[in-house]
T-cell receptor, first 114, second 113 residues
Framework: NAGVMQNPRHLVRRRGQEARLRCSPMKGHSHVYWYRQLPEEGLKFMVYLQKENIIDESGMPKERFSAEFPKEGPSILRIQQVVRGDSAAYFC????????????FGSGTRLTVV | EDKVVQSPLSLVVHEGDTVTLNCSYEVTNFRSLLWYKQEKKAPTFLFMLTSSGIEKKSGRLSSILDKKELFSILNITATQTGDSAIYLCAVEAYGGSQGNLIFGKGTKLSVKP
């Protein structure tokens, strides 16, 4: 079991470009969560998805950010027209239903906007 | 607004010392409190606490929850350099969607040889 896989590990984008972050949950996990960690800050919830459904996107900025978890393939967090303030570590976690002891994080994607 | 506050924000100790990390919370409809250890990459799960007064232990680490006073502590005895990490506390609430954990800013622990 390879765990939660995120790629790329590091991503550099110029202002105005698009960033796509990928997350493959652990085998058997059908729930995916995205968190953002700004420097010197704690993890902040962004969005919670199940296959083909967004369950809770209350932590997502209203503009430029979107997430999906298609029937096949990884979950994608997409940031359009990136700005310097988007520079952060983006972590994905997965779990089975209601099982936070089994809430497993990926290694994160560190996005740098130059 | 729900919040989780950890203290201290950073801590430097020597190998063999015992440390206590604190986590206080103000969360409506508390469900559980979780501790994670974050080294250079993924936060890794340590403990989940739901009931007051019941200590959870794993080797040199232990944790306990006080739901009346709204806090938890994480103890590490006989610290080792490998314990150096950021320790994150998170709270889950009923009513919010599952998965919406509220994290503190973490305590950065440095253990010197």
């Amino acid at each position: 079991n390879a765990g939660v896989m995120q790629n790329p590990r590091h991503l550099v984008r110029r202002r105005g470009q698009e960033a796509r972050l990928r997350c493959s949950p652990m085998k058997g996990h059908s729930h995916v969560y995205w968190y953002r960690q700004l420097p010197e800050e704690g993890l902040k919830f962004m969005v919670y998805l199940q296959k083909e459904n967004i369950i809770d996107e209350s932590g997502m900025p209203k503009e430029r950010f979107s997430a999906e978890f298609p029937k096949e393939g990884p979950s994608i967090l997409r940031i359009q027209q990136v700005v310097r303030g988007d520079s952060a570590a983006y972590f994905c976690a997965s779990s089975t239903l209601g099982h936070f002891g089994g809430y497993t994080f990926g290694s994160g994607t560190r996005l740098t906007v130059v | 607004e729900d919040k989780v506050v950890q203290s201290p924000l950073s801590l430097v100790v020597h190998e063999g010392d015992t440390v206590t990390l604190n986590c206080s919370y103000e969360v409506t409809n508390f469900r559980s409190l979780l501790w994670y250890k974050q080294e250079k990459k993924a936060p890794t799960f340590l403990f989940m606490l739901t009931s007051s007064g019941i200590e959870k232990k794993s080797g040199r680490l232990s944790s306990i929850l006080d739901k009346k006073e709204l806090f938890s502590i994480l103890n590490i005895t006989a610290t080792q350099t490998g314990d150096s990490a950021i320790y994150l506390c998170a709270v889950e609430a009923y009513g919010g969607s599952q998965g919406n954990l509220i994290f503190g800013k973490g305590t950065k622990l440095s253990v010197k040889p």
